[in-house]
């Protein structure tokens, strides 16, 4: 396949006139976009252990292991992950208050992915 010098030229042309056109325009790059970071520094993160799917109620329709801002002992189940027709129920490694659930209800998890905060 051969390529058309004309057609790259004329593509050349057309990127350079397009970035004279937003000279004065604000745009977002990957250069200049700032990581905004969560301190996770008082937070207890609850990881997944095995891969698998989320599933944050022990039946479809039922009521919800956890909710954010529900209060939870240490070794409540927090969601339940299938994983080759077998569901495991993941505890929660400390004492807290649910912060942020970080997977929807059937989503797919990996190994060690963070799936709630507590504080």
Same mark, same amino acid.
């Given at each position: 396949m051969e390529i058309d010098k004309k057609i790259v030229i004329k593509l050349i042309q057309a990127l350079e006139d397009l /970035? #004279? %056109?937003?000279?004065? !325009?604000? =745009?977002?790059? /990957?250069?200049? =976009?700032?990581?905004? #970071? =969560?301190?996770? %520094?008082?937070? !207890? !993160?609850? #990881? %997944?252990?095995?891969? $698998?799917?989320?599933?944050? *109620? *022990?039946?479809? $329709? $039922?009521? /919800?292991?956890?909710?954010?801002? /529900?209060k939870i002992k240490k070794g409540d189940t927090v969601m339940i992950i299938e994983a080759m027709k077998t569901m495991n129920h993941v505890p929660s490694s400390s004492n807290g208050i649910v912060k942020e659930i970080c997977v929807e209800d059937g989503q797919p998890v990996e190994f060690d992915q963070k799936i709630v905060i507590l504080e």
């Open positions: /970035k #004279k %056109s937003l000279k004065d !325009i604000d =745009i977002e790059t /990957k250069d200049n =976009i700032v990581d905004e #970071k =969560i301190d996770l %520094s008082d937070k !207890i !993160i609850v #990881k %997944s252990p095995i891969v $698998g799917t989320a599933y944050l *109620a *022990a039946e479809p $329709g $039922g009521k /919800k292991f956890i909710e954010v801002g /529900k």
